[in-house]
């Protein structure tokens, strides 16, 4: 059974016991694994009576094997949907566990609550069951149960969006499958890990993966698995515009289901039938499939959005705009609901990269439809509702609009006085939205990929010994014509602009991005120009959203500033050092502020728990000079290194998002404060995202390794330039103009462009 023959399991368990075992614990244990056995194959109603018969044996004869039968009960109670039944056979499984002190039965039933949370969509809850089960299992060094915990921890992340995490973990499991020997799990987790490459666009990984856990998958019985396989290459073979391999694993699998061998993969395989309908143009087919998903009380959450959005994709198809907008309403509102639910901050801000792929859909649809305007609404939506509670809803049946009415951008660069640039990259169709206190344009951009190797390729040439500027740099001319030039008519010389960046866009800073020059002058009183970085024309500011922004209000600066410095920590540990330059730093700071408007916190005072108990919230000016890290794989756990106290030295992002804030700015002279890792309608996830969301109206933060050297003489600058009446976004420009127009190594990027003025009013 456990290397899924399952078939052979109950040829084995068919056979008679003695008499003298008839009253005994190897009844007990052999009604067990035939109730498993007949589980797996689907059978359900005789593993229901097997497992009873058990259950009852175990109980008159006061069998220790009683656990196990109440553990087995909870997983053929989770295979029918009945969760609390299932949840209440597995609490009881745990104490019983408990009392007897039994470690592996403790994580059984610790995993199995894990699998409950999971199937009812309770995300970041079944992670942490699983956790607990992992950290159980690596205590006693038992590898299946390390193997269903990774594998299980892998799907959650994966459902959230969490790809990378999601990776590690499927990798991890199969790892310990293999070792362990437990074939058909392995396969599983191979299948899942190419699932994994295939929701990241990885095709080339993801077919050369799914094909070897197809060929294991038909060497053993178990029905689930192969057909998981089967939808997984269906799906990676619809992508890459193989039609005919999709429609022949997409049948095959339909037969084993249709055969009664395997209920639980029917919507999956479903959905997949409908697309490749679609794809053949066989709209009705498509449609039904479809309906049949909706039709299923038991399809899960993203499997009703994505049945939503695929009959509106139909429907667009089709040329019934209503019908689709009415189907693309439901599908986001699906989608925001299920964020919604869930708790933890960490799975919140990764959740929407698993159903942008429908807001894209969405704003094409309307720009097809010549609505460019209800196109930005819904991607500024995409973003504005991704970590608030979600805005009410047409109800479903409604022909409606996109949401917020007031929904109004030219009032807000009106009100800024800036052009605001919307991006929405998309895998096949990109955009840009331009947008002055007079109009709003649209402007077409080439697809993600393009942007981001040149994104990619272009902050590279920061770290090369010649300034990009004088090697004519070939990628940042070509971003500044992709990404500005489209705009330039409505920006003027010297205005502000607002960058509402996406996907790759978030890493780059668009002052670095080389304008051309002019070979005549460039207006009165202009002399002829060469090429330039675009900081030279514009004051920029970054934000993610516009109805954010737009539902704040414009914040002068306070007229007596009171400061709290954060740094000059002691050394935390080898990997980081005493930061040389930061005393010079605070000293240049302290010029600014008062002894009675300031707050030090350095040395031994500089901790973690010193920060949060000064009341932060009472400053209208934070600034840190200090080590910084970001965190790919948990970006919540980017912190500020501090002082030691006791084995605590970090102040992470999560801590001060849960400590409310009221400063004007908050400064982060660190390395990497913006963060490194970007989500769907979050952007950059790290310290600057962590501080905007704790309620700062702007945030300074670094994109990149900052410079110990520079930062100090670039930061006296600017409290220079905010002494002097300048907002953060002007006075940090004149402050790296200054590095700028330097004739030392300071004058290139690497130096000044790190740090951005990002806003959350």
């Known amino acids: 059974m456990w290397r899924g023959s399952y078939e052979d399991a109950l040829k084995l368990t068919g056979l008679p016991l003695p008499v003298t075992l008839e009253r005994t614990d190897t009844q007990v244990q052999r009604k067990m694994v035939e109730a498993l056995a007949e589980d797996f194959l689907q059978q359900f109603e005789r593993a229901r009576k097997s497992v009873g018969e058990a259950e009852q044996l175990a109980s008159e004869t006061h069998s220790a094997m009683l656990g196990d039968v109440v553990q087995t009960k909870g997983i053929i109670e989770l295979s029918q949907g009945n969760y609390v039944s299932a949840a209440a056979a597995f609490r009881t499984a745990l104490d019983l566990a408990r009392q007897e002190n039994d470690r592996f039965k403790e994580i059984l039933a610790t995993g199995s609550l894990g699998n409950v949370a999971m199937e009812q969509e309770h995300f970041d809850q079944a992670i942490d069951w699983y956790r607990m089960a992992l950290e159980k299992a690596q205590s006693v060094h038992s590898l299946s149960s390390e193997s269903k915990s990774f594998g299980n921890m892998g799907w959650n992340y994966s459902v959230v969006g969490d790809y990378e995490n999601a990776e590690l973990s499927f990798q991890a499991a199969g790892a310990k499958a293999a070792e362990a020997g437990l074939v058909e799990d392995a396969t599983y987790w191979l299948n899942s890990l190419a699932s994994v490459y295939f929701l990241q666009h990885r095709y080339a990984e993801a077919e050369s993966t799914a094909r070897v ?138 959740f929407l990269t698993s159903a942008i792929e429908f807001y894209d859909s969405y704003v094409n649809f309307l720009i097809d439809e010549r609505r460019p305007e209800d196109a930005l609404k819904i991607a500024d939506q995409s973003r504005s509702d991704s970590f608030n509670e979600t805005e009410a809803q047409p109800h479903a049946g409604a022909s409606s609009r996109p949401a917020n009415p007031s929904f109004r951008p030219q009032v807000t660069a009106r009100r800024l006085n800036a052009t605001l640039l919307f991006y929405w990259l998309g895998q096949h169709r990109s955009w840009l939205w331009v947008v002055t206190s007079a109009k709003s344009s649209l402007v077409p951009l080439p697809a993600s ?19 990009p500027l004088e090697a004519s740099n070939q990628d940042g001319r070509k971003l500044h014509e992709m990404l500005v030039q489209p ?130 919230e009472r400053f209208s000016y934070l600034h840190f000079t200090a080590h910084g890290t970001a965190s790919r794989l948990q970006p919540l756990e980017s912190a500020i ?3 030691p106290e006791g084995d605590s030295f970090k102040l992470y992002a999560r801590d001060i998002l849960a400590h409310p804030l009221s400063a004007y700015l908050v400064t982060i002279s660190a390395c990497n404060g ?10 950059l996830v790290g310290l600057s995202w962590a501080f905007l969301r704790a309620g700062a109206r702007n945030v300074i933060g670094g994109l990149w390794e900052v410079s110990n050297a520079s930062t100090p003489q670039l930061m006296n600058e600017m409290y220079k330039n905010l002494g002097a009446g300048q907002d953060p976004a002007a006075a940090l420009r004149k402050a790296k103009l200054s590095l700028v127009h330097s004739s030392g190594n300071y004058r290139r990027p690497f130096y000044w462009a790190p740090f951005l003025v990002y806003s959350g009013s």
Request: glycine share 6%.
């Open 213 to 350: 856990a197809l060929v294991e998958a038909r060497k053993h019985d178990d029905k689930k698995t192969l057909t998981t396989c089967l939808n997984t290459s269906s799906e990676i073979a619809l992508a890459t515009g193989r039609l005919e391999d999709a429609q022949k694993s997409n049948h095959e699998a339909a037969l084993i289901e249709n055969s009664g061998q395997d209920q639980s993969g029917i919507n999956s395989t479903q959905l997949l039938a409908g697309r490749i309908a679609a794809a053949q143009h066989n709209y009705p087919a498509a449609l039904a499939h479809f309906e049949a998903v909706l039709g299923d009380p038991k399809a899960e959450t993203a499997q009703k959005w994505e049945a939503h959005a695929r009959e509106a994709e139909l429907y667009a198809s089709e040329r019934q705009p209503a019908k689709a907008e009415s189907e693309f309403n439901i599908a986001i509102r699906t989608v925001q609901e299920a964020r919604s639910s869930i708790q933890d901050n960490t799975f919140r801000v990764s």
């Open 674 to 683: 913006s963060g490194v890792k970007t989500y769907a309608g979050e952007g």
């Open 641 to 643: 290194i501090l002082s």
């Open 449 to 467: 990929a393009e942007m981001e190797r040149l994104v990619k390729s272009y902050r590279q040439a920061f770290l090369d010994p010649r300034d």
């Open 487 to 616: 705009a330039q008519e409505f920006i003027p010389k010297n205005s502000r602009v607002v960058i509402f960046p996406d996907g790759s866009l978030n890493s780059l800073n668009f002052e670095t991005l080389i304008a051309p020059g002019c070979r005549e002058p460039c207006g009165k009183m202009e002399p002829i120009r060469g090429p330039h970085y675009w900081i030279e024309d514009v004051t920029i500011t970054t934000a993610n959203s516009l109805s954010r922004l737009a539902g704040s209000t414009v914040s002068a600066a306070p007229r007596n500033p009171t400061l709290l410095i954060v740094g000059k920590s002691l050394s935390a540990s080898p990997d980081f050092p005493p930061i040389g330059q930061a005393g010079k730093e605070i000293g240049y700071l302290e010029q600014y502020f008062p002894p009675e408007r300031r707050l030090e916190l350095t040395g031994g005072d500089a901790t973690p728990k010193g920060y949060l108990s000064s009341h932060p």
